[in-house]
T-cell receptor
Framework: DAKTTQPNSMESNEEEPVHLPCNHS???????IHWYRQLPSQGPEYVIH???SNVNNRMASLAIAEDRKSSTLILHRATLRDAAVYYC?????????????FGTGTRLQVTL | DVKVTQSSRYLVKRTGEKVFLECVQD?????MFWYRQDPGLGLRLIYF???????EKGDIPEGYSVSREKKERFSLILESASTNQTSMYLC??????????????FGSGTQLSVL
């Protein structure tokens, strides 16, 4: 399975934009890039996904590098409720293509 | 929204006991998953199921089994619980159909302590 690398933690001030990086240098051509986040005491929740083009939704934006070896999740205005662990995930290929393999993610702290 | 319900939020069991963790989803999803989450290790896939009575091993299936007799319910079974199975267990479901862009929906988790 292609792996992802994320920083262990990041900090942001409230109301400021946050850029969460993810490296996936061994990504294959048909791997989708998914982002999930896990709020305290909850299960992970879907944030956004993409293949090649940048994507926007009500929660965040996803910027994908031209060579697809890295991507960045962008929270345009961080709030205290965005404090969570953010996971960057690639969809596995092959016979077990249905599974999503999570890493350890980036813990985002948001301060006033 | 999809609701994934795990039967217990906290569970305490003794070493050697048989433990059942239950998960129910209400959106007719084909795929269901069991993960465990440990500090510093992230989420690791134990087993998943494509459909009723179908199952596949994930990355860490040793010491676990699963049952999927009905589409909405996916059970994780610890035949003889051990202390190294103390963990947060998370169930998830997905619509299915083999599409690459499908979302996973997670339950709130069951914190299992084996003493």
């Amino acid at each position: 399975d292609a792996k992802t690398t994320q920083p262990n933690s990041m900090e942001s001030n409230e109301e400021e934009p946050v850029h969460l990086p993810c490296n996936h240098s061994t990504i294959s051509g048909t791997d989708y890039i998914h982002w999930y986040r896990q709020l305290p005491s909850q299960g992970p929740e879907y944030v956004i996904h993409g293949l090649t083009s940048n994507v926007n939704n009500r929660m965040a934006s996803l910027a994908i590098a031209e060579d697809r070896k890295s991507s960045t999740l962008i929270l345009h205005r961080a709030t205290l409720r965005d404090a969570a662990v953010y996971y960057c995930i690639l969809r596995a290929q092959g016979g077990t293509a249905s599974k999503l393999t999570f890493g350890t993610g980036t813990r985002l702290q948001v301060t006033l | 929204d999809v609701k994934v319900t795990q039967s217990s939020r906290y569970l305490v069991k003794r070493t050697g006991e048989k433990v059942f963790l239950e998960c129910v989803q209400d959106m007719d999803h084909e795929n269901m998953f069991w993960y465990r989450q440990d500090p510093g290790l992230g989420l690791r896939l134990i087993y998943f199921s494509y459909d009723v009575k179908m199952k596949e091993k994930g990355d860490i299936p040793e010491g676990y089994s699963v049952s999927r007799e009905k589409k909405e319910r996916f059970s994780l079974i610890l035949e003889s619980a051990s202390t190294n199975q103390t963990s947060m267990y998370l169930c998830a479901s997905r619509l299915g159909g083999g599409k690459t862009n499908e979302k996973l929906f997670f339950g709130s988790g069951t914190q299992l302590s084996v003493l």
